[in-house]
DNA sequence: TTATTGTTGACAATAAAATAACAGGAGTGC
DNA sequence: GCACTCCTGTTATTTTATTGTCAACAATAA
């Protein structure tokens, strides 16, 4: 439909961060902001808030700005934060195990309710009182349990079939921790967190500064630029 | 300088994806692969990777495609994979743990040196054989060893003063898990990883997902759609 | 009241990113 | 060695995202 225009991805992924400042304004007793303010405490362009923010509606009054509590909440509704969420880990390593604990997830409405994996070792234990089942186990507690969530923090090696089965039984959102790109129907939603390909890419910037400065050097003593590497050196 | 064009920050975010795929064709004893094969695994146009690979140099060769052993090795080094970095822990919870309990990271040059915290409870405890050390004595640490990255695990609370201290005891790399995001100096790298936001998105464009759903229904049934909240309803 | 200021929402202008088009060199088969 | 196909590197085009600008209107002060 028309009247209902497609949200672009680059939207989306600051909503969380608006809703975080906003969150942080209310707990510092700020009623009210305007763009111009958010705009010097986000380092985003006032421009882009109040653009980004009328994709949903208009929230803000000309003359006054934005209510924080209001908009906050606005944002927790658009975001879908307003109600519960039930999630499951599957792969109980070293990942797993530190999502199980980090108990501010539970705190926004993200509930864990079970890992699965497959080693004995730790089958049957708990984890802060969550259980612990062998991956067998699973579609029949998918049969009995509403998930909405896979958290997937298993090898690259078992992810895809993990996952393939998780679809097959009815998830719809994998948080995929794995170190591959999976591959799963239309209607099954992934969102990963591929914390190599986060460290590298900080690893480049932190080279790509230095090369620079080495160029300035280079400059300021006037020496020439040294050549690039050629294909076959 | 002219000469030395800037990379987009896209450009580089995909750096690590191709990598990935690259070693994974290495490990399958493929030796050649055209933008067009690469582009169909990888879910991204072969214009884009032509264009992507370009910004760094020509990597290819008309007719044949591109040597996969040799383009592994290319971005391998512009990524900076060809030497080792230390890392040190700030923040010795589950999060922090997890990441030291993780060994990949090593394999891939990346060596976790020493974990900082404020808990008497863990402080003087190895984990994997790593320290653990009281954070008043990471300003003497950082005066005896070279710290490439610093990894910030740590509450929200404490992270903008300790990523301060670190900036000013010369560490240039942060890989921040705190749900914060840090001031610091423009020589200072920061990447972000979000853990909470990512979830955030995910929940959107699953619940996203089943509100088109619910749209398509209220066509079908010619029902009208439901008016805006207003501000101060 | 009435003037002045502040601030949105809408839209126009720019910039960035992704895709497509294509010229031409490199490989392949005969 | 020649014709033909493949596939890159590069330039052009399209799409998407960001920024700048301004009329309209609320809040505040005179």
Redesign the interface.
Same mark, same amino acid.
């Given at each position: 439909?028309d009247?209902?225009k497609k949200?672009s991805p680059a939207v989306? #992924?600051r $909503?969380?961060?608006y809703?975080?400042y906003l969150g942080d304004l209310l707990e510092s007793d700020i009623t009210r902001i305007s763009s111009k303010e958010l705009s010097a405490k986000?380092?985003i362009t006032a421009s882009q808030i109040r653009q980004d923010l009328n994709n949903f509606?208009?929230?803000?009054?000309q003359g006054y700005g934005y209510?924080v509590e209001?908009l906050h909440n606005?944002i927790k509704k658009? $975001?879908?934060?307003d109600r519960l969420?039930n999630m499951i880990v599957v792969g109980g390593g #070293?990942?797993g195990?530190?999502?199980v604990?980090?108990t #501010?997830?539970e705190k926004?409405g993200?509930v864990i309710k079970a890992v699965f994996d497959i080693n004995p070792r730790i089958i049957g234990m708990t984890i802060r009182g969550i259980e612990v089942y062998d991956v067998d186990q699973m579609e029949e507690y998918l049969k009995n349990n509403i998930v909405? *969530?896979a958290i997937l923090t298993l090898p690259r090696s078992k992810a895809a079939k993990v996952a393939n089965d998780l679809a097959k039984w009815g998830v719809?959102?994998m948080?995929n921790f794995s170190?591959v790109?999976l591959q799963v129907p239309d209607?099954v939603? *992934?969102?990963n *967190?591929?914390?190599?390909?986060?460290? &590298?890419?900080?690893?480049?910037?932190? #080279?790509? &500064?230095y090369t620079?400065e080495n160029?300035l050097n280079h400059?300021s003593n006037g020496l020439p630029?040294k050549p690039? $590497?050629e *294909?076959g050196d």
């Open positions: 439909m009247s209902e949200i989306i #992924n $909503l969380p961060r809703y975080r986000m380092n509606g208009g929230f803000g009054q209510n209001y606005e658009i $975001l879908g934060l969420y #070293n990942i195990q530190a999502l604990n980090y #501010n997830f926004r993200f909405d *969530v719809k959102g948080w170190h790109d209607d939603l *992934v969102e *967190v591929h914390l190599t390909d986060s460290l &590298m890419t900080l690893i480049y910037k932190i #080279n790509e &500064m620079e160029e400059l630029i690039k $590497l *294909v």
